[in-house]
């Protein structure tokens, strides 16, 4: 049975730093999320990874691979081996098509953490000080059932901070400036490192100075193509803000 955790805790504190004037409130919440289930992929069947083909007649030949594609051979036959074939196109659909379904563990692992922090400073009985930190780091994995060269995190980390003073100017005059910051940064479809050693060490990738091996995509049998399209996608994004509002009330008020 796939394994399903979920584990979700924190905590909030909060209180009086001076009394009357400053006052504080923090929370923390984390979540850790362990859910797996079974995906299927489609790799070339058995008899292909063992050399055999077929030729001009139907009829089903062996040939030795050649000695720079008998290492990628070699690789498609270590992912299959501990799948599970579900089925095998060739005899299944009568169509000769040289792959075959195999189905196995997808794990998605989510771990996320998120602290709020909050000050509140009475300047004076008419000038409010206020001020706000929020840190969130969240991130997911995908290993699905060729995980050594399919594998990948998605990390996000965004810190955020703000300041605001309310002043009371007279009793129909309310001015209020705010100056907020953030930061963000999205780390997307980076290789998961502790997976890729049967590729790395198999001496597979195709530049001497890449870190992993590049993407293999197939254009007969929908195989499933493996490796990676980029070493990681990086996004960042800075916002600073700055507002200020006055409140003028002109009227009669009972």
Known sequence: KPEF?????????????????????????????????????????????????????????????DPGIAPYLGLYQQLAAPLTLVKDFYTATGDKIESAQYAGPLNRPVNSDFVALRMDHQLTGSHLLSGTYNWDDSGRERRDPI????????DALRHTISAGLTSILSPTILNEF?????????????????????????????????KHIGQIAQGWGNVTSIGYRNESSLYKQRVLTLKDGLSVTRGNHS
């Open 178 to 210: 705010n100056f907020g910051y953030s930061n963000f940064d999205i780390a997307h479809e980076v290789p998961s490192a502790d997976v890729v050693n049967l590729v790395d060490n198999a001496g597979l990738k195709f530049r001497s100075d890449a």
């Open 147 to 154: 995980a050594p060269v399919s594998a990948f995190t998605s």
């Open 5 to 65: 955790k979920r584990n979700q805790f924190g905590g909030t504190l909060g209180g009086p730093v001076i009394r009357d004037k400053t006052f504080f409130f923090g929370s923390f919440e984390g979540l850790r999320e362990r859910r797996g289930t079974t995906d299927s992929v489609t790799l070339p069947r058995p008899r292909a990874l063992q050399g055999f083909y077929l030729d001009s007649n139907d009829q089903e030949q062996r040939r030795t691979p």
